[in-house]
């Protein structure tokens, strides 16, 4: 039973443009969303987040928005870098210190 | 200055044995857990400690068994090691879990491989 989920195991973009993330859950009792950040052979670093009662949160080139009636969060990224090329995983939590990852989308930015 | 850190970064050995893998951290933090990554990738929680206390316990085998000697550390310790048990195991730090905001920072990992 996967609560989160993000369907796209990999996205290509080019430098400079946009890189646009999805996630979707199906516990409408979430009330808290992360975005995570991962290269290989390190740990996920947390990036940006998103409170249940907002739809939008910006920080520098990292927007994540939030569609409580579909369930669907997104991460957009402008303008992507090659730096920004890693594994993406959305989490999902409900008060109670116990946050569900979604399986990672792999993001390959080419110069 | 490293936030979380983990020891050892890989562990190889054979089925049957007993391991341990440490987790420390240096953010005042009051809540530890670790986590399993699988094959498949997937992040999945294993136990979370509160002030050395157990919160979080989810369906995992006896033969995991975690130990908080203070709030800054949590080790994982694993009895008769299987196949299965082959995985990467993440440890991460948060302030108080039941807030809303529980941004928790990960650990680089541990990469055991099952013999």
């Known amino acids: 039973d996967q609560q989160v989920k993000q369907n796209s195991p990999s996205l290509s973009v080019q430098e400079g443009r946009i890189s646009i993330l999805n996630c979707d859950y199906t516990?409408?009792?979430?009330?808290?969303f992360l975005w995570y950040k991962k290269y290989p052979a390190e740990g996920p670093t947390f990036l940006i987040s998103?409170?249940?009662?907002?739809d939008k949160n910006e920080d520098g080139r990292f927007t994540v928005f939030l569609n409580k009636s579909a369930k669907h969060l997104s991460l957009h990224i402008v303008p992507s870098q090659p730096g920004d090329s890693a594994v993406y995983f959305c989490?999902?939590?409900?008060?109670?210190?116990?946050?569900?990852f979604g399986q990672g989308t792999t993001l390959q930015v080419k110069p | 200055d490293t936030a979380v850190s983990q020891t050892p970064k890989y562990l190889v050995t054979q089925m049957g044995n007993d391991k341990s893998i440490k987790c420390e951290q240096n953010?005042?933090?009051?809540?530890m857990y670790w986590y399993k990554q699988d094959s498949k990738k997937f992040l999945k929680i294993m136990f979370s400690?509160?002030?050395?206390?157990?919160?979080i316990n989810e369906t995992v085998p006896n033969r995991f068994s975690p130990k908080s000697p203070d709030k800054a550390h949590l080790n994982l310790h694993i009895n008769s090691l299987e196949l299965g048990d082959s995985a990467v195991y993440f440890c991460?730090?948060?302030?108080?879990?039941?807030?809303?905001?529980?941004?928790?920072?990960f650990g680089p990992g541990t990469r055991l491989t099952v013999l």
């Open positions: 998103i409170s249940s009662i907002k």
């Open positions: 953010l005042g933090h009051d809540t």
């Open positions: 516990n409408s009792m979430f009330d808290y």
């Open positions: 991460a730090s948060s302030q108080d879990p039941r807030s809303s905001y529980n941004e928790q920072f």
């Open positions: 989490a999902a939590s409900r008060n109670t210190g116990k946050l569900i």
């Open positions: 400690y509160n002030n050395k206390e157990l919160i």
